[in-house]
């Protein structure tokens, strides 16, 4: 299953399901909710402890993710805030989504989704030179 989340991934990403550029592409993707987690955290770069805080979808309940201004999927365009928070998301999530609808994100490196600080150990400055 991580294989075809990762290629599903990488199709939409580089536009492969774009046949004529004047139609509109819409995926439906039916899944489990552990799933359908793991792919949006994949997709939008969400850390273990992001993914953690998210609930598992409902029983028919769906999620619409739509391109943005900005160049990026979100779901600021088809949901409220307050239906992301009841999903489990925190405040710098929705902030991140809403940003994402009119492409007003900082997209510096101090506020980069990745938490590289969170992936890699830091350097210690005090390590002896050779």
Same mark, same amino acid.
């Given at each position: 299953?991580?294989?075809?989340?990762?290629?599903?991934?990488?199709?939409?990403?580089?536009?492969?399901?774009?046949?004529?550029?004047?139609?509109?592409?819409?995926?439906?993707?039916?899944?489990?909710?552990?799933?359908?987690?793991?792919?949006?955290?994949?997709?939008?770069?969400?850390?273990?402890?992001?993914?953690?805080?998210?609930?598992?979808?409902?029983?028919?309940?769906? /999620? +619409?993710?739509?391109?943005?201004?900005?160049?990026?999927?979100?779901?600021?365009? $088809?949901?409220? *805030?307050?239906?992301? &928070?009841?999903?489990?998301?925190?405040?710098?999530?929705?902030?991140?989504?809403?940003? /994402? +609808?009119?492409?007003?994100?900082?997209?510096?490196?101090?506020?980069?989704?990745? $938490?590289?600080? *969170?992936?890699?150990? &830091?350097?210690?400055?005090?390590?002896?030179?050779?």
């Amino acid at each position: 299953m991580l294989r075809f989340l990762e290629s599903l991934w990488r199709d939409v990403d580089m536009n492969r399901h774009q046949v004529d550029p004047s139609s509109e592409l819409n995926l439906v993707i039916v899944s489990h909710g552990l799933t359908s987690r793991v792919f949006l955290m994949k997709w939008f770069k969400w850390t273990v402890e992001e993914f953690e805080r998210l609930n598992n979808f409902g029983n028919c309940e769906f /999620r +619409v993710m739509e391109l943005g201004a900005s160049g990026e999927y979100t779901f600021g365009i $088809h949901h409220s *805030e307050e239906e992301m &928070l009841a999903w489990g998301m925190s405040k710098n999530m929705i902030d991140d989504q809403m940003g /994402r +609808v009119d492409g007003s994100r900082d997209t510096s490196n101090d506020c980069c989704p990745l $938490h590289l600080d *969170e992936y890699f150990d &830091l350097l210690d400055e005090t390590d002896d030179e050779d």
